[in-house]
């Protein structure tokens, strides 16, 4: 199995542009999480999806922030329009229900100048 | 709500000698799981070690291994005959097995490997 594919895996825009980040979770995982890591306040969960579907989106910082499942081998976070402090590396992960070990992928840095 | 606390935010130890990661965590559930994950420069999270809580044995993979204490909710991870590859930033997580499928990090501990 390749793992959980992120693209791209570095990114630099400029404050203002759309940004979109993708994620390909493992085949036959039923959840998938988007995380952001900073310095200042390391790991943080943004969204997970179960089977597609939005459940937690409590930890999505503004509305200039959204993310998408359109199908079980696809999700995008976007960030509409996009600001300097929003730099950090975005990770997606997956999950099986059973089992309860989460797979990350490599990420992507983003880089908002 | 779920919480995991390291306290040892830096931690060095010289090559071939053993350390252990001190990790405490605290939920109400009774069914839930506990990980080690570890993240070298190249930032790739990769998952070290897991532990089931109903399971009384504790968990062990090659040079890693753990010391579960259920009841004072602890979970260090020893890391045996450390090997400058072990260089990382080690994070300690935990989840429940319930409608809660989030999971919760630890700050982390940086851990240098040292020639």
């Known amino acids: 199995d390749a793992g959980v594919i992120q693209s791209p895996r570095h990114e630099v825009t400029e404050m203002g542009q759309e940004v979109t980040l993708r994620c390909k979770p493992i085949s036959g995982h039923d959840y998938l999480f988007w995380y952001r890591q900073t310095m200042m306040r390391g790991l943080e969960l943004l969204i997970y999806?179960?089977?597609?579907?939005?459940?937690?989106d409590s930890g999505m910082p503004e509305d200039r922030f959204s993310a998408k499942m359109p199908n079980a081998s696809f999700s995008t976070l976007k960030i509409q329009p996009s600001e300097p402090r929003d730099s950090a590396v975005y990770f997606c992960a997956s999950r099986m229900t059973s089992g309860g070990r989460e797979f990350f992928g490599p990420g992507t840095r983003l880089t908002v100048l | 709500a779920q919480t995991v606390t390291q306290s040892q935010p830096e931690m060095s130890v010289q090559e071939a000698e053993t350390v252990t990661l001190s990790c405490t965590y605290d939920t109400s559930e009774s069914n839930y799981y506990l990980f080690w994950y570890k993240q070298p420069p190249s930032r790739q999270m990769i998952l070290v070690i897991r532990?089931?809580?109903?399971?009384?044995q504790n968990a062990t993979e090659n040079r890693f291994s753990v010391n579960f204490q259920k009841a004072a909710k602890s979970f260090s991870l020893k890391i045996s005959d450390s090997q400058l590859g072990d260089t990382a930033m080690y994070f300690c997580a935990s989840y429940s097995g319930g409608s809660n499928y989030k999971l919760t990090f630890g700050k982390g501990t940086l851990l240098t490997v040292n020639p």
């Open positions: 532990q089931e809580a109903y399971k009384q």
């Open positions: 999806f179960n089977n597609n579907v939005p459940i937690d």
